[in-house]
């Protein structure tokens, strides 16, 4: 595989559940990030992870639990989350941050529905 | 804080037609400004970017003219094809790699 791939591709959860987005890059980057992609709004940066460790944290809710276990792996945990919480989430990854080229590889992204 | 302004969607086209998405830039500095692209049912990719003032990024037909004294940057083409119907995103960077987006402009060509 190439890229950076995103599971599930879909999600349908309720609100008391627990679940978890995965995504994993195989180009040797070693920054990763969340983002949210809704409807008629900018994209939003959720978090940002540069050699494993969390760099930003751009105020997003509790119920969402980031982890990056290693430079190519980044999980997004999902807990009692709401309705607007429906989105379609992002997961990029690229040089290290301080590296500026400005370009990040995306994937194709997780749609989450919350019931 | 940063922010990047762009025109609403849906634009529609015929193929061949002259197409203008608009953005502009609200930043401190000089930031680096690019075009992301989403097909659909992908992620979405680099387009073009320009690093100053007065330099125009290019590539696929596309072109974007970073104008610093009226901040912005918008995306052209000479003649569109039914293949770039996606998603256009304008961006900014002030340093390194996080990106402020804009809504994104949905573009639909037909023939």
């Known amino acids: 595989e190439t890229g950076v791939t995103q599971t599930p591709r879909h999600l349908v959860m309720g609100m008391t559940n627990k679940k978890s987005l995965k995504c994993e890059q195989h180009l040797g980057h070693n920054a990763m990030y969340w983002y949210k992609q809704s409807a008629k709004k900018p994209l939003e940066l959720m978090f940002v992870?540069?050699?494993?460790?969390?760099?930003e944290n751009n105020s997003v809710p509790s119920r969402f639990s980031p982890e990056c276990p290693n430079s190519s792996h980044l999980f997004l945990h999902l807990h009692t989350l709401q309705p607007e919480d429906s989105a379609l989430y992002l997961c990029a990854s690229s040089q290290a941050t301080g590296v500026s080229t400005g370009e990040l590889f995306f994937g194709e992204g997780s749609r989450l529905t919350v019931l | 804080g940063n922010s990047v302004t762009q025109m609403e969607g849906p634009v529609t086209l015929s193929e061949e037609a002259f197409l203008t998405i608009n953005c502009t830039y609200t930043?401190?500095?000089?930031?680096?400004l690019f075009w992301y692209v989403q097909y659909p049912g992908e992620g979405l990719q680099l387009l073009l970017k320009?690093?100053?003032?007065?330099d125009k990024g290019s590539n696929k037909g596309f072109e974007a003219t970073y104008r610093k004294e009226t901040t912005s940057f918008h995306l052209e083409k000479g003649s569109v094809q039914v293949s770039d119907s996606a998603v256009y995103f304008c961006a900014l960077s002030p340093f390194g790699n996080k990106l402020t987006f804009g809504t994104g402009t949905q573009l639909k060509v037909e023939l």
């Open positions: 992870y540069s050699l494993e460790e969390r760099v």
């Open positions: 930043a401190t500095g000089y930031p680096s």
């Open positions: 320009a690093t100053k003032a007065d």
